[in-house]
């Protein structure tokens, strides 16, 4: 078993993971910690809640100089609510150093902001945004000074538009070491990667298991009023807290609304919730004020709420089904058992199979009697009919290609004619992707000749 001794920390930053009384690294530590303490750039791809924040507060407090009065390491994140958390951590690392740690995220006052940054931090975390239009634009931080830069939640960050500001930002940190940390590895990471790493170093557990810690339940509505069933679970879980995603802000209000007024203890986090709402409610949350809080996908990458042990999903995703796993990945952290419970209809079957395909175990359960049961597998009927559903667009032409050549009468060439007509459908495949490619980029040119004037 690896032990923080392994990796010749200096005594302060043992005393520090001592101070948060960590006793072993995670798995994402233990595979970060060598290369990052070598000043190496690495990616590194790790699911949520494996210790990553970490994993970069580690090296670098191994090589803070206390004595400099420069900013020394830069933390980038999507959100302001990561940004808000990630600063807290490192303030409870950083307890015994000497130096500045700021936070620039917008929603306060641009002049208060500027004033935190008027004295030079050692450490600043703010969103990429934020970080070029107050520290940057106004000229109030040399980033040439930064030996360590972290990207956090990369692939979010990319997803949320901010790819000129990473590359700004990047492109002025010349002699950082580079530290990406990201969920997935997109193609567009891919390029920011090859583009700032000399030699990419890409570090991934191979070994992920979705079913270690957390209990995946299908609950079937069946066209049932989704807030009954939605109570009816509630009380017969006995969660620390737990949280309820929805998929669109409408429907978190709705929700909220209807817990607060069945005289649930209910928190409520969204992206259109006004700045200081939104902060007062998680800093609630994060202190255990809450025991339910609904929210949309905000919350599901990044902020660290202790004590999840029940995650309850209206749906699954409709958006980005990857989102899933974040959202199930706020329970079972660290090691801590939970459960994720997901309200589904007939129109999700094909998001299940597809996490299924990914290595998640469903268990399809239900409440009867104030008990909960388990019941025969989501899509048992289909399977006993030995139907299949068959998403694939195109794999749904050539079936179809080859029922019509089947219902004629077989005549010679027969398999040299339906050959053709497989090819044919292939063809026109290939053709729509390229149209529709095409469509995409000069979309693309005309957002980037708009947001150019």
Request: proline share 3%; hydrophobic share 35%; aromatic share 6%.
């Amino acid at each position: 078993m690896a032990s923080f001794n392994d990796f010749k920390l200096n005594e302060k930053v043992l005393k520090a993971i001592s101070n948060i009384h960590f006793k072993e690294p995670t798995k994402t530590q233990e595979m970060v910690l060598p290369h990052a303490l070598e000043n190496k750039n690495l990616a590194c791809k790790g699911k949520t809640g494996s210790g990553k924040t970490h994993s970069f507060l580690i090296p670098i407090a191994n090589k803070m100089d206390e004595s400099l009065n420069q900013l020394q390491a830069l933390i980038l994140v999507p959100t302001r609510e990561l940004a808000v958390q990630i600063t807290q951590r490192c303030k409870e690392f950083f307890a015994d150093y000497d130096i500045k740690i700021a936070c620039l995220t917008g929603g306060v006052d641009t002049l208060r902001e500027k004033n935190r940054i008027q004295t030079t931090p050692q450490i600043l975390v703010g969103t990429p945004e934020k970080i070029c239009e107050i520290a940057v634009n106004s000229g109030l931080v040399n980033l040439s000074t930064v030996t360590s830069l972290v990207i956090d939640e990369a692939d979010m960050t990319l997803e949320m538009g901010f790819l000129n500001e990473l590359d700004r930002v990047a492109s002025l940190c010349k002699k950082a070491q580079m530290m990406v940390f990201s969920a997935t590895i997109p193609a567009g990471i891919k390029q920011f990667i090859k583009k700032y790493f000399k030699t990419p170093l890409l570090l991934e557990d191979d070994k992920v298991n979705y079913n270690d810690q957390i209990e995946h339940i299908l609950y079937p509505l069946r066209n049932r009023n989704k807030l009954e069933i939605l109570k009816n679970i509630l009380d017969n879980i006995n969660p620390y807290v737990c949280l309820i995603f929805c998929n669109k802000k409408e429907e978190v209000d709705e929700v909220y609304k209807e817990l607060i007024n069945s005289g649930y203890e209910c928190g409520i986090i969204h992206g259109d919730l006004a700045a200081r709402e939104r902060k007062g409610n998680i800093k609630r949350a994060l202190d255990g004020r809450y025991r339910f809080i609904v929210c949309s996908d905000i919350a599901a990458r990044g902020i660290d709420i202790e004590g999840v042990s029940h995650v309850i999903s209206i749906g699954f995703p409709r958006n980005n089904l990857e989102f899933y796993t974040h959202r199930a990945g706020r329970a079972g952290r660290m090691n801590m058992t939970g459960q994720c419970i997901t309200l589904f209809n007939k129109e999700d079957n094909e998001s299940i199979a597809k996490l299924e395909k990914q290595g998640i175990i469903f268990v399809n359960k239900e409440i009867k009697s104030g008990e909960w049961k388990e019941l025969k597998e989501f899509d048992a009927r289909s399977k006993r009919k030995g139907k299949q559903t068959v998403s694939d667009p195109l794999q749904q032409e050539i079936n179809k290609a080859v029922r019509i050549n089947k219902s004629k009468k077989v005549k010679p060439n027969h398999k040299k004619k339906l050959k053709v007509a497989v090819e044919k459908v292939k063809r026109k495949h290939k053709r729509q992707l390229i149209q529709s490619d095409i469509k995409k980029r000069i979309k693309e040119r005309a957002i980037k000749r708009t947001k150019g004037e």
